[in-house]
Nanobody
Framework: QVQLVESGGGLVQTGGSLRISCAVSGSGVSIQVMKWFRQAPGSQREQVATINLSMGDSTFYADSVKGRFTVSRDYAGNTVYLQMNSLKPEDTAVYYC???????????????WGQGIQVIVSS
């Protein structure tokens, strides 16, 4: 059973920082790719950042967060972080992590979602 558990959301003032985490648990699985999405009320889900652990931790950022958000992982590769700096009210959304994971006994990787975590940036 693979689970993704997000933590670290909350309320922050404009210009502040917040770090959210996504911890992956499951016997023998490893994260191949982790993506962060966000969805504001009345808006479509937007992909904001990606880290590809299977390709040397290469990263991707949406233009809307480039230079302000940083995606990283812990040494073991079981937890991925999204460091959000210089936050703006328009960053207010529910943030979701999506992990592509693989275990040695699997034929192909599988994709899982976190439960979502609220980030509110007050003006």
């Amino acid at each position: 059973q693979v689970q993704l558990v997000e933590s670290g959301g909350g309320l922050v003032q404009t210009g502040g920082s917040l770090r959210i985490s996504c911890a992956v648990s499951g016997s023998g699985v490893s994260i191949q790719v982790m993506k962060w999405f966000r969805q504001a009320p009345g808006s479509q889900r937007e992909q904001v950042a990606t880290i590809n652990l299977s390709m040397g931790d290469s990263t991707f950022y949406a233009d809307s967060v480039k230079g302000r958000f940083t995606v990283s992982r812990d040494y073991a590769g079981n937890t991925v972080y999204l460091q959000m700096n210089s936050l703006k009210p328009e960053d207010t959304a529910v943030y979701y992590c999506q992990a592509v994971v693989l275990a040695r006994t699997w034929i192909a990787p599988a994709t899982y979602w976190g439960q979502g975590i609220q980030v509110i940036v007050s003006s």
